[in-house]
Nanobody, 114 residues
Framework: VQLQAFGGGLVQPGGSLRLSCAAS????????MGWYRQAPGKQRELVAV???????NYADSVKGRFTISRDNKKNTVYLQMNSLKPEDTAVYYC?????????WGQGTLVTVSS
């Protein structure tokens, strides 16, 4: 399984960005898909996850601001990020769980700064 993430960049506080991540390879059905992030000097943390059935879970720090969604036909997961804050600055990694294994994308940098 290969994961390719898109959509990072520089945005001002209060702005919005949309990340997307497409999975490819010889796959039938991916289980959970999600987004993690790692800020400089910090550990990687869960941002949001969505199951194959559409159930979602969010980190408390992003609830009400971020929305995760997925298109199962396209094996793609999205992260709509609104009301961005400087503390959201991090490298964002997409993740997919498939056949009992974890797969990671290459990471995309999100910088929130004026």
């Amino acid at each position: 399984v290969q994961l390719q993430a898109f959509g990072g960049g520089l945005v001002q506080p209060g702005g919005s960005l949309r990340l997307s991540c497409a999975a490819s390879g010889n796959i039938f059905s991916i289980n959970d898909m999600g987004w993690y992030r790692q800020a400089p000097g910090k550990q990687r943390e869960l941002v949001a996850v969505v199951t194959s059935g559409g159930a979602t879970n969010y980190a408390d720090s992003v609830k009400g601001r971020f929305t995760i969604s997925r298109d199962n036909k396209k094996n793609t997961v999205y992260l709509q990020m609104n009301s961005l804050k400087p503390e959201d600055t991090a490298v964002y990694y997409c993740n997919a769980k498939y056949m009992g294994a974890n797969y990671w994308g290459q990471g995309t940098l999100v910088t929130v700064s004026s």
